[in-house]
């Protein structure tokens, strides 16, 4: 895994409207400049913010992913019996 990129695919998912579009609607696209693990991608894909927080990412940027793709990251961690 490589915290670096994944942090920095969130920082600019964050503040980037096309991102957030090429994530609904063209995955794959959504990737292209970021060195991401097909491991990474899926999780990504899948919002699966628990993992994410697994992982080391910083609490906040899974925080703001969270919020923009409309999960309850807090409600998520608690069904993986994580605390925030």
Not at 2 to 29: G, I, W, Y
Not at 47 to 57: I, M, R
């Amino acid at each position: 895994m490589n915290r670096h990129a994944l942090e920095r695919f969130l920082f600019d998912f964050d503040k980037s409207a096309a991102l957030q579009s090429a994530l609904r609607d063209n995955p794959e696209a959504t990737f292209q400049g970021y060195e991401l693990t097909a491991e990474e991608k899926a999780a990504i894909f899948a919002k699966d913010v628990a993992t994410l927080y697994q992982w080391g990412v910083h609490p906040l940027l899974v925080r703001n992913f969270a919020g923009t793709v409309g999960v309850r990251y807090v409600a998520e961690y608690a069904r993986r019996g994580l605390k925030p």
